[in-house]
């Protein structure tokens, strides 16, 4: 009866910590700065407010904080940036 109870505790114990750690990291999924498409001298954070109107910028269509003075792809998703015109 007693090792009974004992493999029922332990195997409790072991379902309990396997639930309870933490997910392993996919780096796969992991977005860092050295695997940005954009270039280095691209801004990423363009500040449109120190633009004149009809200044061009770059703009992604799907995450539009992500602003650009020149054309590339978005760092985020990979789309290309759209053009934009300052109003």
């Given at each position: 009866m ?27 999924n ?25 200044d ?26 759209s ?5």
């Open positions: 007693k090792k009974q109870i004992l493999l029922a505790v332990s195997t409790a114990l072991l379902f309990i910590g396997g639930c309870s750690s933490p997910a392993p990291k996919n780096d796969q992991v977005a860092t700065d050295s695997s940005a498409t954009m270039k280095k001298e691209q801004s990423a954070n363009l500040d449109t407010t120190k633009l004149k109107a009809g061009t910028f770059y703009q992604c269509e799907m995450d539009l904080d992500v602003l650009s003075d020149k054309p590339g792809s978005c760092p985020k998703c990979g789309m290309d940036l053009e934009m015109k300052k109003k």
